[in-house]
């Protein structure tokens, strides 16, 4: 497993890093806060379209052919923007690496679920989420260093080239070896010639079942605080006058957050519950979020980024393991597609919604919304988990 992870960290690294330099380059072009909302958000247009079928594919076939085809076309989206940095070939290129990013996650986490039986599954998951920490520590870093000493098409660049060495290590990793006998992804699917339509109806309708449902909320809650935070931080950064290598240290502060309590979660398991550590660490993000407005140099952005990864980093692992869980038996991928449409739909939503409101209510407005609603949602499931 870890030779996987250490490939799904290099993925996310350069898909991280193709992100943050999109989302420069839009700013750099001159396009508006909406504007750039628009071309961010193709990243999730075709994965909330295709990401249920994807994970019943994923069920049939299995997990290498998915994750190489993922690289595959996020590398080409990276090469479009190194050819030709041109605002529409930045949305087409983005949405070419959300496909892409779509199938090579579905294969990453049904192998975390998968690898070593149940006994492994939340020390994978664990595992899994550290990778997005560091690749997220590390390529809005790398990033925002090669724009200022070079420019955006090497950035563009760097994350072409590594993400064709990611292609080549998953073409010869051996899947067979690892995976578990019984597992989903390599047994057949009777359901083969059932109506396209009723399948995917069947994935909406995991919905029905209460916890599955609440899990699948709080995970789109953890992640969003990501993608929100990935979308603002550009824009707060540009009004204080950051420059390209500060935004993308800010944003690995965020990361290093959700390391460092990665690293530390075995030991905070052995003294209270997950629902205690995710309900602290929410309310700490939630705070961090609100403040975030106020930060008007690096110093303290950093102290904040910080503190508002704590929250993704406690819950990403323990609800992604819930959810393989409480998944019905043989669809553990249709439940990951399922997240992933959700999820894609919210970052769809985001971008094009926050860029409007950005533009009427500035940058601020959008922290202390996130916040807001976060504590709302957080409030209503962590009441409906007790009752």
Do not use: K
Request: glycine letters at 12%.
């Amino acid at each position: 497993m870890r030779g996987l992870v250490a490939l799904a960290a290099a993925h996310y690294t350069a898909v991280i890093g193709f992100r943050v330099d999109v989302a420069l380059a839009a700013v750099a072009a001159g396009l508006s806060p909406a504007s750039i909302g628009l071309v961010l958000s193709t990243f999730a247009l075709v994965p909330m379209l295709l990401a249920v079928r994807g994970g019943q594919l994923l069920d049939r076939i299995g997990v290498r052919t998915p994750m190489i085809a993922g690289s595959a076309l996020a590398a080409a989206g990276a090469a479009l923007c190194a050819a030709l940095p041109h605002p529409a070939v930045l949305a087409l290129a983005t949405g070419l690496a959300g496909l892409g990013t779509m199938g090579f996650h579905l294969g990453m986490q049904h192998c975390a679920g998968e690898f070593g039986g149940p006994a492994r599954r939340t020390a994978n998951f664990n595992l899994l989420t550290m990778s997005f920490s560091i690749s997220g520590l590390l390529g809005p870093t790398i990033t925002g260093l090669v724009i200022d000493h070079a420019g955006h098409r090497p950035a563009f660049g760097l994350s072409m080239a590594l993400l064709l060495v990611v292609l080549i290590g998953v073409r010869r990793f051996d899947f067979d070896r690892h995976l578990s006998p019984a597992a989903p992804a390599r047994a057949p699917d009777e359901a083969t010639e059932a109506d396209a339509g009723s399948r995917a109806a069947a994935a909406f309708a995991l919905l029905g079942a209460p916890h599955l449902r609440r899990l699948l909320i709080a995970s789109l809650l953890a992640s969003a605080s990501w993608d929100v935070y990935q979308f603002v931080l550009p824009l707060h950064a540009g009004t204080i006058g950051l420059s390209a290598t500060s935004v993308g240290v800010a944003i690995a502060a965020f990361s290093a957050g959700s390391l460092s309590v990665r690293l530390l979660l075995p030991t905070l398991l052995a003294h209270a519950r997950p629902a205690r550590w995710m309900q602290t660490a929410l309310a700490v993000c939630v705070l961090a979020y609100a403040a975030a407005p106020l930060a008007g140099t690096l110093g303290p952005l950093l102290v904040l980024s910080f503190l508002i990864g704590t929250g993704p980093g406690i819950a990403q692992p323990l609800l992604m393991a819930a959810l393989h869980h409480a998944s019905p038996p043989g669809r553990a991928g249709e439940a990951a597609g399922l997240r992933m449409t959700l999820l894609a739909a919210t970052q769809l939503a985001l971008p094009i919604g926050l860029g409007l409101i950005a533009g009427v209510l500035g940058t601020a407005a959008l922290f202390w919304l996130y916040a807001g609603v976060a504590a709302s949602i957080g409030i209503a499931l962590a009441r409906a988990e007790r009752r």
